[in-house]
């Protein structure tokens, strides 16, 4: 068992715990507490984790339909009618349980529902597990493009049980390890207390092997978000960090009409950003070798066709890190250190495209 502290003390304190415990499914009750719980879930989840949503009351369950497609404003409001229909009051608290996609509308519903009721996060994919479940952003898409509407509302708890990666499929195991790679790139640059040498782990480790240390993976990545988090927890700087490679991944994705996944596209995204930095001269060659041969050691970056570069750019120019319709872009600096750079020109962008 693993446990950290999510410290965000402000006018109230927000601080919060991770508990990272194989096995926490089966004792859940030792983790709630004498109130009650409105669980969010999707029905293919449902159906796998059919005992866990036994010991939670059937009224106060509201399963939502499964995929990012799911993630709009209709469903929230689904959501929302549930939980009203069932009274849910201001002392209760919801449960989310599934991926990101679950964690952030379950996030927004509590941030807005009564005006706010608390939260815990349950989180069912590697993705989740090592990135969005910590943190506070939720939300849901809509036609203007992913996650521009929501709130910056922190959990009361995050339980993760690695366990449930056992049942999740080859292909999401994979988009989580696209976040989990970048943090390899970024770890430096966090301010966390601890340095996990995530490179080292990743030279170490196959692919396949990386199942037996996944609590140690998860550990130092919550630890590196929690690490951001605590110093800048509303994105007005060093947050933006955990964006490294996904302007080029956003828009890799909505070209390939979301066939490529988005952790595929991230670490597409990486391989371009250690492009331009070299371009730049920010990192030397031996580093761009380093690093590229790192994410193609596991063979997870899709193979892209060649991309159009004026599309590419204009789909980069909806990205939330644009500033005076300028493209920001953060670039991996040498050992495992990265920061944004907003002297970026498309010529730059355009010699960056694999
Ligand atoms: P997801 O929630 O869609 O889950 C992926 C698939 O795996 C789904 O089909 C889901 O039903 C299934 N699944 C989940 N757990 C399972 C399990 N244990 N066994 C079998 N199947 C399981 O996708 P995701 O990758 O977890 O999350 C992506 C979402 O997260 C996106 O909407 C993205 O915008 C969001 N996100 C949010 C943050 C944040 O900080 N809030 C950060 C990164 C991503
Ligand atoms: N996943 C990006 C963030 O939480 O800021």
Known sequence: MKNLCVNLKKETDLSYPI???RGILDNIENHLEDRKYFLITNDKIAKIYANFLSKFNKARTVII????????????????NKLLD???ERKDCIVAFGGGVIGDMAGFCASSILRGVDFIQIPTTLLSQVDSSVGGKTGFNNKHGKNL?????????????????????????QCGMGEVIKYAFIERSCGAKEYFNL?????KNNVNELINIIEDIIYACVSLKAAVVEQDEKEKGLRALLNLGHTY??????????KI???QAVLAGIKMALKASLIKGVINENYYNFGTNLIDKYNLAPKLKKLNPDKIIDIMKSDKKVKNSKINLILPRTAAQAALFDDIDELLIKDSLI
């Open 149 to 173: 509407v929501g709130a910056f509302y922190q959990p009361k708890k995050v339980l993760i049980d690695p366990n449930v990666l056992n049942t999740l499929p080859e292909k999401e195991f």
């Open 86 to 88: 069932n009274r849910i």
């Open 199 to 203: 490179f080292e782990l990743f030279e």
């Open 19 to 21: 508990i990272i415990e």
């Open 65 to 80: 339909k499964d995929g990012e497609k799911y993630k709009n404003l209709k469903t929230i409001e689904y959501i929302l």
């Open 261 to 263: 996944s988005h952790g």
């Open 249 to 258: 991944a956003h828009a890799i994705e909505k070209i390939s009409n979301y």
